[in-house]
């Protein structure tokens, strides 16, 4: 079992930036691929970003790739999200998600990702 905190959501300027945080708690994050999504009003949860527990490598869906940044701190137990250059389009509840330890976290479905944090909205005006 994990819990997952999200924190640094907020209303923003189109073009600027925002951090995200999500702290995780338990002794297995190091071992844990972790993801970030997103759900816009009436809209389905998307895939945004993810990064492997194993390599540390990073994959993006297109509409962030180049503005979004993931990573990890696994000293901390928290991912990170630095979305820069935001647009209107990125306004969403955005969730952080992880599956069991050692899962490769290959997949971009949300139906495959066990535990998830109660989100934070960001707000992009224009």
């Known amino acids: 079992q994990v819990q997952l905190v999200e924190s640094g959501g907020g209303l923003v300027q189109a073009g600027g930036e925002l951090r995200l945080a999500c702290g995780a708690s338990?002794?297995?994050?190091?071992?844990?691929?972790m993801a970030w999504f997103r759900q816009a009003p009436g809209k389905e949860r998307e895939f945004v970003a993810s990064?492997?527990?194993?390599?540390?490598?990073?994959y993006y869906a297109d509409s962030v790739q180049g503005r979004f940044t993931i990573s990890r701190n696994n000293a901390k137990n928290t991912i990170y999200l630095q979305m820069n250059t935001l647009k209107p389009e990125d306004t969403a509840v955005y969730y952080c998600?992880?599956?069991?330890?050692?899962?490769?976290?290959?997949?971009?479905?949300?139906?495959?990702?066990?535990?998830w944090g109660q989100g934070t909205q960001v707000t992009v005006s224009s």
């Open positions: 998600a992880t599956t069991n330890p050692y899962n490769s976290g290959s997949s971009y479905s949300p139906r495959d990702y066990t535990y």
């Open positions: 338990g002794d297995t994050f190091s071992s844990r691929s």
């Open positions: 990064i492997r527990w194993r390599t540390g490598s990073t």
